[in-house]
């Protein structure tokens, strides 16, 4: 390392044969091009079984779908560096801090992407990813293991000892730049791409070079165009078979002047906690007694902030995590319910970037920091983290408990957000560290004890006298999403497991007996719900959802968007379900939410219809919510 600050540091490039300087580039760019061709063998690696299911992987196998990687790595970087250098020398210091290890470090951040997604990162994902583990940083260490990490720092040393070697002038090393050294190494390089290039396998899009796909999943789509509110709908409603208005809507204002309690589970997907029957915890069985329940519930997307979006706004979210604009939108129901009297108030301690939605739609009272125990401080989702957020959370119960008397007492309406963290993947076990029990059975345990905190919040109301005029909403933000969570999960695709969610509407002053809702219901259709049954019919111009009971959903296309965290997008229409996986080009049909290659389309015009219409949507989702937010012809964003 001595060697290498005297020698290289502030030593520049000197003008020998641009040959060498190329063979110096190359030597240079080494790390980077093998990093690229490892995050290649694992991309191939994690499909392979669709190409060769009877075939062992192995690095021949893989080089087929090399030659771009090998014409970037080998060639096309090291000679434009090259070239750069004999316009504008520098000290081969800056070359290796600038840009190999920012290269080594971004490559490294989209290989462990992949590895929890199989999608490489967006831009905004990134950026997301950073602010949150910027907030939760003792977290959000767990998702980056250590032995990564140590990966990461000999990748570096890697680098530096390449750096060393393409910028020493020390003469043991002179024989690598040798003429003979140089015909060899350019001849091997011509070799091996000539062999790259004449397999080329085109059965999967990873014969794309990986730097190329990384480019195209941090771009952004093209702004989407303005449009009036009125055209909005009608290409929606054509698009999805949405009717134009629920006709004699027979629980319209049936809860006039009820209160409003949203209660969102973190990370329970419907496998966890099925309300459609079976062994359901005793407090939610009491109010399945009088409540509708969603046996196809889905979320829209599966992130925290976006599924409470589609919660608190009727609408699809938009597809770019964190961009600008995107949670600044002051219509939605607490915005509604506030305008009719309302009190409004959020409790939970992981709302993140939500946040900025509520306080966007003025919501009264916002308690997050009241709730701490310490929990955020923690280095893992361990049992020392568990045992803080309970905590965390029963505090925030109490304080909600609180305002729900003195509300009462002051004979004042509510609307609330009861968020709990507990459940946060991957699921603790109540009953001690490290039983090895399923996780699924962890995450029963977890609804359980949050069972116990629904009781308590139906025997405070029942003692007030409120809870036959209080309206329940229980669900969840999203399921599983990523392998730690449960290693089962199914990258690269749209799943249940990430989608299904449970899902109660308690209504006593509509309903006298559960209803089990048969048909798809999505997470834009609880604000519709909740509104027809307290009998609003102001500030809704902008929901795409329906009320849960509106038989008409049986026959709506629903959405289901990943994109930019599966790499896959989906929906539901008729009595199947559709999936496009962006990086394969390849799309799915099933009678459920679930896909293998059984399940691929061949017929390329009904693969095609598929891709338009998810194409089509996605336009109107993002022309609708610019329209939320800058307001269009026909509709104005309430003042702030």
């Not at 980056?144 to 890697?158: D, G, H």
Request: proline residues 6%; contains cysteine; glycine residues 8%.
């Amino acid at each position: 390392m001595l060697a290498f600050l005297s020698n290289c540091l502030f030593r520049s490039w000197d003008r020998g044969s641009l040959w060498e300087t190329l063979l110096r580039c190359q030597l240079l760019f080494l790390p980077v091009t093998l990093l690229t061709l490892y995050v290649k063998y694992m991309t191939v690696g994690l499909d392979w079984w669709l190409l060769e299911p009877e075939r062992t992987l192995n690095a021949w196998a893989v080089l087929p779908f090399t030659g771009g990687d090998f014409l970037i790595g080998l060639i096309l970087l090291p000679l434009a560096f090259a070239l750069f250098f004999r316009v504008r020398p520098m000290p081969w210091s800056v070359a290796f801090l600038f840009p190999i290890v920012p290269l080594l470090v971004f490559l490294y951040i989209q290989l462990h992407a992949y590895y929890l997604l199989e999608n490489f990162a967006s831009g905004s994902l990134i950026a997301e990813g950073f602010r949150w583990g910027w907030k939760n940083i003792g977290l959000a260490v767990q998702y980056v293991p250590l032995a990564s990490l140590a990966k990461l720092c000999l990748l570096l040393t890697l680098g530096a000892l390449c750096s060393y070697g393409a910028c020493s002038a020390a003469q043991r090393l002179r024989f690598l730049f040798s003429r003979r050294v140089q015909a060899a190494v350019f001849g091997m390089e011509v070799t091996v791409l000539v062999i790259a290039f004449a397999l080329r396998d085109g059965r999967l899009p990873y014969t794309r070079p990986v730097l190329v796909r990384i480019a195209s999943a941090m771009t952004s789509p093209s702004e989407a165009p303005m449009s009036p509110l009125d055209v909005l709908r009608e290409r929606y409603r054509l698009l999805t078979g949405t009717p134009v208005a629920p006709a004699g809507d027979p629980y319209f204002g049936r809860a006039s002047g009820s209160d409003l309690v949203l209660i969102v589970l973190e990370t329970t997907p419907a496998q966890c906690l099925d309300l459609t029957g079976g062994d359901i915890p005793p407090a939610l069985s009491n109010l399945r007694r009088r409540a509708w329940i969603g046996s196809q519930h889905h979320t829209t997307y599966p992130f925290t902030s976006t599924g409470l979006y589609s919660i608190a706004t009727g609408m699809y979210p938009q597809e770019q995590i964190g961009r600008m604009g995107f949670f600044d939108q002051p219509s939605g129901l607490f915005s509604i319910l506030r305008a009719h009297g309302y009190a409004t108030a959020a409790y939970g301690t992981g709302m993140e970037t939500f946040k900025r939605l509520l306080k966007a739609q003025r919501i009264g009272k916002l308690e997050e920091q009241a709730c701490y125990t310490g929990a955020e401080t923690i280095r893992y989702y361990n049992r020392e983290w568990l045992h803080k957020q309970i905590a965390s959370d029963e505090r925030c119960l109490d304080l909600l408990l609180k305002d729900i008397r003195d509300w009462v007492s002051a004979d004042r309406r509510f609307a609330v957000l009861y968020a709990p963290q507990v459940s946060h993947g991957p699921w603790q076990d109540l009953r001690g560290a490290d039983t090895g029990r399923d996780p699924l059975e962890r995450c029963r345990d977890l609804v359980s004890l949050q069972d116990q905190w629904i009781g308590r919040l139906s025997e405070t109301l029942q003692r007030l006298g409120r809870l036959e005029r209080t309206l329940i909403v229980v669900t969840a933000d999203h399921g599983v999403r990523f392998r730690e969570e449960d290693p089962r999960f199914r990258q690269g695709r749209i799943d249940s497991y990430s989608f299904q969610l449970p899902f109660l509407l308690y209504a006593p002053q509509a309903l006298a007996s559960p209803k089990v809702l048969e048909w798809v219901t999505s997470h834009i259709d609880i604000q519709p719900s909740v509104l027809g049954l307290l009998g609003i019919r102001e500030g809704r111009e902008l929901e795409q959802g329906l009320p849960v009971w509106d038989p008409s959903l049986a026959g709506r296309t629903t959405y289901f968007w990943a994109a930019r965290v599966m790499g896959a997008d989906g929906f539901h229409k008729g009595s199947r379900f559709y999936m496009l996986n962006h990086h394969r080009g390849t799309v799915y049909a099933n009678s459920r939410m679930s896909f293998d290659e059984a399940q691929r389309v061949v017929d390329p015009a009904q693969a095609e219809d598929i891709k338009r219409e998810i194409g089509q949507m996605d336009e109107i989702r993002r022309s609708w919510m610019r329209c939320a937010i800058e307001g269009c012809p026909g509709y104005t964003p309430p003042s702030q």
